[in-house]
């Protein structure tokens, strides 16, 4: 099936039952939190890729895993052990601004038709202040949702509510969309480094993630291994940057080593 919105079109290479299931969204954001939190979740929960995201304006290049070529923006979907549906969308780039409402209306409008009842979106925040390298170890995660239902979900699950701000990006439109057709969306906001790739921020994003959902997910091989998952996410945009720029260079990415 082939769903067409605007500039993007989404392809489902086959079909899965996820009615009543959640939906994590993640692009690039600070820290490249939401990166890190999907492509963990994949691995760990053992999703299989169900689908694309296409565009005319996405970065020509495909990423290749274990020798499998793979689209700039992909869907995994899978059922978990205690039942839970669960979709993700994951992509190693970050959208252009005038490519932001276009894909995000696409993401709701299909995760609406599948049947889907909440769309989690993780995100790196920048907080001013923290300086000792054991302050930098410890990072704290707050959430806000686009309903009430949201909202009392995270009272419920005692998750510290963001209560001013800005929030930008695909997160920011999604929750927006939330609120104006009653969906619920979770934004989920990780205390992370604005220089570099954040492990340990996306490992504190998913022990939110995993409170909502209320499944389990061992984040401890995300914290033994955050210096290596950093260091080949660095290295994979580095590689990726002539590309994605319009430069004629051909990157070989290495981001899963």
């Not at 993401?107 to 001013?128: A, H, N, R, T, Y």
């Not at 009392?152 to 104006?180: E, M, R």
């Not at 979770?186 to 954040?198: G, K, R, T």
Request: hydrophobic share 40%.
């Amino acid at each position: 099936m082939v769903m067409q919105l605007e500039d993007i079109q989404i392809v489902d290479f086959e079909e899965m039952d996820l009615t009543n299931g959640s939906v994590i969204a993640g692009f690039p954001s600070i820290g490249l939190v939401s990166t890190i939190v999907a492509n963990y979740m994949i691995d760990a929960l053992g999703l299989k890729q169900i689908g694309a995201m296409e565009s005319p304006h996405f970065p020509t290049l495909s990423v290749v895993h274990t020798g499998e070529p793979l689209s700039p923006v992909r869907i995994y979907g899978g059922m978990l052990s205690n039942g839970q549906k669960l979709a993700v969308f994951v992509s190693e780039f970050k959208p252009k601004p005038n490519l932001i409402n276009s894909l995000s209306n696409a993401i709701m409008v299909w995760s609406k038709k599948k049947g889907c009842k909440l769309m989690i979106s993780p995100e790196g925040m920048v907080v001013e202040g923290k300086g000792s390298e054991e302050e930098e170890m410890i990072v704290d995660a707050y959430a806000i949702g686009s309903t009430e239902n949201a909202r009392t979900t995270l009272v419920a699950k005692n998750i510290p509510q963001f209560k001013n701000g800005i929030i930008a990006g695909v997160s920011g439109v999604l929750l927006n969309k939330g609120k104006h057709e009653n969906f619920d969306v979770i934004s989920i906001l990780a205390e992370a480094h604005p220089n570099y790739p954040d492990a340990r921020a996306a490992a504190s994003a998913i022990n939110v993630i995993a409170l909502v959902v209320g499944i389990e997910i061992n984040v401890g091989p995300l914290y033994d291994e955050a210096e290596r998952i950093e260091k080949q996410l660095q290295k994979f945009h580095k590689q990726a940057k002539p590309i994605v720029s319009g430069a004629s260079q051909i990157p070989q990415p290495e981001m899963y080593g």
